[in-house]
Nanobody
Framework: QVQLVESGGGLVQAGGSLRLSCAASGRTFSNYAMGWFRQAPGKEREFVAHVTSSGGTTTYTDSVKGRFTISRGNAKNTVYLQMNSLKPEDTAVYFC???????????WGQGTQVTVSS
């Protein structure tokens, strides 16, 4: 079992920045690929960014490329999402996801709200 706790969300003006954190506990963090997803009101949850278990490869959805950066600190069992040049359309609940380990399980955090005002 892996427990994930997100933090760092809040209200920010368009053009501003936020840094989300996701702290993991319960299993060996370095065995898991980590991702960030988001869900806006009335919409499906969508992929935002992903980092491999080693941290060597990152991928992003097109709408955040060049603005968001995912990183991980395996020594701190934490994954981060640095969000710059925020836009109102980035408003959503952001979720952290861990995938991997024995049996390739998937775990989700409870989410953190990000609101970008115009």
């Amino acid at each position: 079992q892996v427990q994930l706790v997100e933090s760092g969300g809040g209200l920010v003006q368009a053009g501003g920045s936020l840094r989300l954190s996701c702290a993991a506990s319960g299993r060996t963090f370095s065995n898991y690929a980590m991702g960030w997803f988001r869900q806006a009101p009335g919409k499906e949850r969508e992929f935002v960014a992903h980092v491999t278990s080693s941290g060597g490869t990152t991928t992003y959805t097109d709408s955040v490329k060049g603005r968001f950066t995912i990183s991980r600190g395996n020594a701190k069992n934490t994954v981060y999402l640095q969000m710059n040049s925020l836009k109102p359309e980035d408003t959503a609940v952001y979720f952290c996801r861990a995938a991997g380990g024995t049996g390739n399980h998937v775990y989700w955090g409870q989410g953190t709200q990000v609101t970008v005002s115009s």
